[in-house]
């Protein structure tokens, strides 16, 4: 899909960025005929007040590949790992200024290991700063700051500016 979205991108560049939205959470976004077994633990505990909301999450998942039984080999992690382990830690914050405005904080660390014919292990954190308001009746907007950075073998950092507008019709 991105070599139509964004056919500049050379293909290492590609599978960079479809490996990364992957490890960031949008797991559904990728589609194969590749068979796993994973196994995810998570809790999380909310503390709610008058204006302030704080969340601490933790997750473990363990994703084992089986593609023997499928015959095909899916370019993404399990082709160069049997096993993918990730441990994650999150907390967030929001705060309402007032009843139309809204400040968001957040952290997210993760460790992610994968083991079998190659092994690797990619550590990532990401801080994020925003604020949210309700621009009308039906309209609210946001901008938010994201940074982040990945240690290991797919090392980089990010910073990220966000506007967004939406409206309800």
Known sequence: ALTSLRPDLSELERSRLAL???????????????????????????????????????????????DTLSGFRFGGELENYDRVSTRSA?????????????????????????????????????ARLGVSRRLG??????????HTRADGSDAYTENAVTATLGMRF
Not at 115 to 123: F, P, Q
């Open 20 to 66: 990364e939205a992957y490890r960031n959470g949008s797991r559904d976004a990728v589609r194969s005929n590749a068979y796993y077994v994973q196994r995810s633990v998570g809790a999380s505990w909310t503390i709610d007040g008058v204006r302030n909301t704080l969340t601490l999450s933790v997750q473990r998942s363990d994703r084992n590949s089986l």
């Open 90 to 126: 999150s907390l967030s914050f929001s705060h309402r200024l007032s009843g139309f405005t809204t400040l968001n904080a957040g952290y997210v660390h993760s460790k992610s290991t994968g083991s079998g014919s190659a092994n690797d292990e990619t550590t990532r954190s990401i």
């Open 137 to 146: 009746a039906n309209t609210d907007g946001g901008l938010t700051y994201r």
